[in-house]
C-alpha cells in the first residue's frame, strides 16, 4: 500500500491551524508554526487559495480559511458569491450600527456563519467565520426559518435547546415568532441564545426573491433595545437597509 501524501498532510495542517486561530496568518507564521520552509507554506498556501479553500488579505497579505471550504458540499447559493456582494455593505453596517455584523446561510438546519465584521471598537473579540449557531434562538437563523420550508422541517422532529430563559423552545410559539418575522421582514433576538446579548437580522434575497442568507448586527442588550427591551427602530432600518442593497446586487427586485 502507497504511503500518504506529504503534501495534502501539510496543506490539512494549514486549514487546522487557520481554523484554529480568530484571526489571519501570514506566511512565516505558518511557516514557523508547522516547521515548514516559507518557500514551501508559500506554495501550499498558493493552491488552497486557487481551489478557494483560504483567501488572502489584499491589504496586509494574511490568509484566512475561505468560503468554499467552510460551504464545501452545500446549498444553491455560491457562498463566495454572496460574501464578495456583502463585504462593503456588512463594513459600513458595522460603521453605522457601532455593532458586530454577521452574515449566515443554512446549513443541516442550523445558521452556518460565512462573514463577520468586528464591532468598530478595541474590545477583544473572536472571529465566528465557520460557527453554527441555533437557528430558533438566534435572529439570523429566525429569519432562515421563516422563508426557507426545508430548514423548519428539519426542526420539526427535533427537540429545541434551551439556552436563556427566553429561549423559544415550543413549536406553536416558534411558529407564531417566524409568521411576526414574515409580516415586520425583520427578526430579532433578545437575551434568547446568550445572557445580556441581543440580535437584528433581515433576509437577504437572491433571484426570484428567493431567501438565500441573512444580515443582522449583535451587541449588548442595552445597546440595541430601549429601556422596555424593544430593539431600537434606527438599528433596523440600518440592518434591513444593508440586507436590501445586497439583495439588489445578487439580482433581486425591489421589495
Not at 20 to 48: D, M, N, P, Q
Not at 227 to 234: D, E, I, L
Request: some cysteine; hydrophobic content about 45%; glycine content about 12%.
Amino acid at each position: 500500500m502507497p504511503g500518504p501524501v506529504q503534501s495534502i498532510e501539510r496543506a490539512a495542517a494549514i486549514l487546522r491551524l487557520l481554523a484554529r486561530g480568530s484571526g489571519r496568518l501570514g506566511v512565516s507564521e505558518i511557516a514557523g508554526s508547522l516547521g515548514l520552509a516559507r518557500g514551501t507554506a508559500h506554495g501550499l498556501l498558493r493552491t488552497l487559495q486557487g481551489v478557494g479553500f483560504v483567501e488572502q488579505d489584499e491589504e496586509t497579505g494574511k490568509y484566512q480559511l475561505g468560503a468554499a471550504l467552510l460551504h464545501l458540499g452545500t446549498s444553491y447559493l455560491d457562498v463566495n458569491e454572496l460574501r464578495s456582494r456583502a463585504i462593503n455593505w456588512a463594513d459600513a453596517l458595522a460603521a453605522r450600527s457601532g455593532e458586530a455584523v454577521r452574515i449566515g446561510t443554512a446549513l443541516d438546519g442550523k445558521v452556518l456563519v460565512v462573514h463577520h465584521v468586528f464591532r468598530p471598537d478595541d474590545t477583544l473579540q473572536a472571529l465566528d467565520v465557520g460557527a453554527l449557531l441555533p437557528a430558533h434562538a438566534t435572529a439570523l437563523g429566525k429569519v432562515i426559518l421563516a422563508y426557507d420550508a426545508n430548514v423548519m422541517a428539519a426542526l420539526q422532529d427535533t427537540d429545541l435547546e434551551r439556552f436563556c430563559r427566553r429561549t423559544i423552545t415550543q413549536p406553536r410559539e416558534l411558529t407564531r415568532a417566524l409568521s411576526e418575522v414574515r409580516e415586520m421582514g425583520w427578526a430579532a433576538e433578545v437575551e434568547e441564545f446568550t445572557v445580556g446579548e441581543a440580535g437584528l437580522a433581515a433576509p437577504i434575497r437572491g433571484q426570484g426573491g428567493l431567501v438565500v442568507g441573512a444580515m443582522g448586527i449583535s451587541g449588548a442588550v442595552e445597546r440595541l433595545c430601549d429601556p422596555r427591551g424593544r430593539p431600537k427602530p434606527t438599528l433596523v432600518t440600518y440592518v434591513r437597509d444593508a440586507a436590501r442593497a445586497v439583495s439588489r446586487d445578487l439580482g433581486a427586485a425591489r421589495w
